[in-house]
Structure formats: structure tokens, C-alpha cells
């Protein structure tokens, strides 16, 4: 968990703490990504749990970087209470994640201008290509 935080750190700021710079999104800046390849990555990560314990690969903000990726790739929204069962851990753990990583800037929230009640969240710009660029360069294999 200390290595995804670490990474996640890394995503939003530098070694020095000062914000990271983040070339500026163009069109076909971002690699195209199969939503099959998101979806093979997560459901081989649910499969382990057939193997060994649960708790043994928690790892929610992965989890839920991968559920946000394929929900932008399927052009899906995704309220709080799905990403939440998407990390598959506590709520508790969950929303604890997801406040750090909106802090950060990784995440976004937004209203649903229908219902008051509900938000919604998405992929920052930055996090969206870096979770593309990182898909490109490890290829179909490893990305678990």
C-alpha cells in the first residue's frame, strides 16, 4: 500500500514537493486504451481472491483508478457509492482514498446537477493520461 501511495504522491507532486508539471493534454495525446484490456486487468485482480485471502491484495486506490479509467473509457459516470464497491474495502477505507486522492488532485468530484444527494467521480486530466501512458507501455501483460 506504502508503493501505490508513493506512486500516487509522485502523480501529483515531485521528490521536492513542489507540483509536478504535466505537459498539457492535446487530442491524441492520450493512448487509446481497449476497455477490454481495463476490464481483463480487473477482473484477473478479483479472480486472486479464488486463491488467497481477500485482504491479502487490498489495494483501493488501484482498484479504483482502474474502475475510473473504464468508466471514462465507456464514457460512464460513476457516483461515489460504486467507486466505493469498486476498491473493495471498507467504505470507510474507501471514502479515506478517495478524500486523499481528490486532494491530490487525481481524482474530481462532481455534483449531479439532477439530484443533490449524488456526486460524482472522474479521472483528473493528469491521471487519466497517466493511467493511459502506463497501459501503453506495460502492454496486455503486467498491468495487474
Known sequence: MGRIASTLARLSSGPDATPRTIPELRTGDAPQIPAEAVRQV???RRLRNRFFKEDLFADPAWDMLLDLLQAEIAQLRVPVSSLCIAAAVPA?????WLKTMTD??????????HDGRRVFVELSPEASLAMRQYFAEVGPVGTV
Open 42 to 44: 480487473i477482473r484477473a
Open 92 to 96: 470507510t477505507t474507501a471514502l479515506r
Open 104 to 113: 491530490q488532485g487525481i481524482f474530481r468530484r462532481r455534483a449531479d446537477p
